[in-house]
């Protein structure tokens, strides 16, 4: 499977921007997937995920400012994120995983938040 993101980009503090992650297949109704960001010499992180059966959970320090979601008819995933801060800065991913899929990522896609 192939996962296309997309929809990131500038903005200023306190703006929003809503990320997309489509995948080449039924993909993401049937596993669990999420979103991750990587910093400038940071370590990968998870920022949010979403279980097949709709489950969510997300980073600490994006509570109540990011939400994931899925349409599971265009077998899409997004991350609204609202409330950017300068230290949202980073090449965001989208990732899904499946007992008999394996793991997957998308390419990344650049969100920078100005101060």
């Known amino acids: 499977v192939q996962l296309q993101a997309s929809g990131g980009g500038l903005v200023q503090a306190g703006g929003s921007l809503r990320p997309s992650c489509a995948a080449s297949r039924r993909t993401f109704s049937i596993n669990t997937s999420g979103w991750y960001r990587q910093a400038p010499g940071k370590q990968r992180e998870l920022v949010a995920g979403?279980?097949?059966?709709?489950?969510?959970n997300y980073a600490g320090f994006v509570k109540g400012r990011f939400t994931i979601s899925r349409d599971n008819a265009n077998d899409t995933v997004y991350l609204q994120m609202n409330s950017l801060k300068p230290e949202d800065t980073a090449v965001y991913y989208c990732?899904?995983?499946?007992?008999?899929?394996?793991?997957?990522w998308g390419q990344g896609t650049l969100v920078t938040v100005s101060s």
């Open positions: 979403i279980s097949s059966g709709g489950s969510t």
């Open positions: 990732n899904v995983w499946g007992p008999l899929l394996g793991t997957h």
